[in-house]
């Protein structure tokens, strides 16, 4: 049932607020509660939004994750206005201007970019936070055999994850290793050194779309632990939110109030966010012992990967995010 009313969450604020009201009069206290045991659900969005860019009949639109279509569920196609068909799911993002479909193909390519920049700078491990649904140690895994992947995320999507990697390849690859973790709960620290994790390689940290549901407290101890338990030359990728849109207090960032009241809903609140000014931020990582390689947002995006063979803009990214690429000073 919470999973058919989220469905709707495409639709402006009011509406969904109204929807809600009515049905909070009716239900039991309760009802909307994301269940113990549930797996992500910005985790699986995330993962039909690439499922659906990876159907794209432009090479240079197209998103590079083809594993993606098998991490999402039934029920999630079934509920929600995606789908495993091309030309229905962009109907939808079109209609109605879905930006966190443009962003969501960006990042991965994006992502991937700076992830291939990081192994050519010698990472022989990687750690994934929030992992979710990422695919990169599958998807290069042939390439990537001495590289060491650790998975990060909360007990049931990695469950449920590791499950699917069975389905997919038969088994789970002997260089990866998953970590279950609450970020906001516990140190993961600890959890990572248990698990093998070795301070004295070059390691690639890769969090996307992770900081802004993790605690500003948890995202301040996490870059202070890239600084002092990774070797020289190890290297940072995540995104993050602007402080105004996550405050919603900036007509200059449409949309992003509604997503948080969305993800709030599903159990998933936006906790954090980065200053607006990127040299701030910039400043804030060099206080934590890093240095910034790229911030990126929406102009960029689009330049570097939403424009397709005819010179065409495929459609503009969200503009409330951006996108770090920042490392430990190399001597």
Not at 107 to 115: E, L, P, Y
Request: proline letters at 4%; aromatic letters at 14%.
């Amino acid at each position: 049932m919470f999973r058919q009313l989220l469905s709707y969450m495409w639709l402006p604020t009011w509406w969904i607020i109204l929807l809600f009201a009515c049905l909070i009069l009716v239900m039991p206290a309760g009802v909307f509660a994301v269940r113990s045991g549930e797996i992500s659900l910005s985790a699986e969005m995330s993962a039909a939004q690439r499922a659906v860019a990876a159907k794209h009949p432009d090479i240079r639109i197209k998103n590079p994750d083809y594993l993606a279509e098998n991490f999402v569920s039934d029920e999630f196609w079934h509920y929600y206005h995606y789908s495993r068909d091309f030309d229905a799911s962009m109907k939808f993002v079109r209609t109605f201007r879905i930006g966190g479909y443009y962003y969501a193909n960006a990042r991965t390519k994006h992502v991937d970019d700076c992830f291939h920049n990081s192994l050519e700078n010698g990472a022989e491990q990687v750690v994934i936070m929030g992992a979710g649904f990422d695919s990169r140690a599958y998807r290069f895994g042939k390439d990537l055999d001495s590289v060491k992947f650790f998975e990060l995320d909360h007990p049931a999507t990695s469950l449920r994850k590791q499950e699917l990697i069975k389905e997919i390849l038969g088994e789970i690859p002997g260089n990866v290793t998953f970590v279950p973790i609450d970020f906001n709960a516990w140190k993961f620290e600890d959890a990572l050194r248990k698990a093998g994790y070795d301070s004295k390689k070059i390691t690639c940290f890769i969090w996307e779309s992770g900081s802004m549901y993790t605690s500003k407290e948890a995202v301040d101890r996490t870059f202070r632990f890239i600084f002092s338990q990774s070797a020289k030359a190890s290297s940072v990728i995540f995104d993050y939110i602007p402080e105004p849109a996550l405050k919603g207090g900036s007509s200059q960032y449409r949309g992003a109030r509604r997503i948080a009241f969305r993800m709030s809903l599903a159990g998933e609140p936006l906790l954090s966010s980065l200053p607006e000014d990127v040299k701030v931020v910039e400043d804030y990582l060099n206080n934590r012992g890093l240095e910034v390689l790229s911030n990126v947002g929406q102009k960029e995006l689009t330049r570097m990967y939403l424009i397709g063979s005819d010179g065409k803009v495929d459609g503009m990214p969200s503009n409330y995010y951006r996108i770090t690429h920042a490392r430990v000073p190399a001597p």
